[in-house]
């Protein structure tokens, strides 16, 4: 059997306080198009879910935030990886320091959330760690920035 060792994940949902979550239109070679994606990354070595949720958020989306909540853990595809994505609210963002890092191919926007929430229901977002994270998120986002904008 063969099993795909990867040291994990973690992903952010980004609110706002105009209840905007922060998306990455990024290309995906592997799938040859353009995904709607969370801002994530691999976990590095020494590094916890929480530090590289931090880091990513930083580098992907241009913000700190002041507060996390944890949200859980997924496990992305059990039959081959032993990857485990961890899932993370951060909100009281303020702008980061210098611009964000960009590494990757993609384009960031800030989406309402309910919109957000209703592209994952109508799979216009299929990346399932942001599909995940975003319906775990719901319960934390105040009532007013649950429905489509």
Not at 70 to 78: A, C, M, R, T, Y
Not at 89 to 117: C, K, N, Q, S, Y
């Amino acid at each position: 059997m063969e099993i795909v060792r990867h040291p994990g994940g973690a992903a952010v949902v980004a609110l706002n306080e105009q209840g905007q979550v922060c998306l990455l239109y990024q290309y995906r070679h592997a799938l040859g198009g353009w995904l709607w994606e969370l801002p994530a990354g691999k976990i590095e070595t020494g590094e916890s879910p929480l530090e590289t949720a931090c880091h990513e958020l930083e580098e992907e989306a241009g913000v700190h935030a002041g507060c996390w909540r944890e949200l859980g853990s997924i496990v992305s595809s059990p039959g081959v990886f032993n990857e485990r994505i961890h899932l993370f609210l951060a909100t009281g963002l303020r702008e980061a320091a210098h611009e964000a890092e960009i590494h990757e191919v993609f384009e960031r926007h800030w989406v309402p959330f309910g919109e957000a929430l209703a592209w994952a229901r109508q799979g216009r977002i299929q990346d399932a760690k942001s599909v995940a994270a975003l319906f775990r998120a719901r319960e934390h986002v105040p009532p007013e920035f649950r429905n489509a904008g």
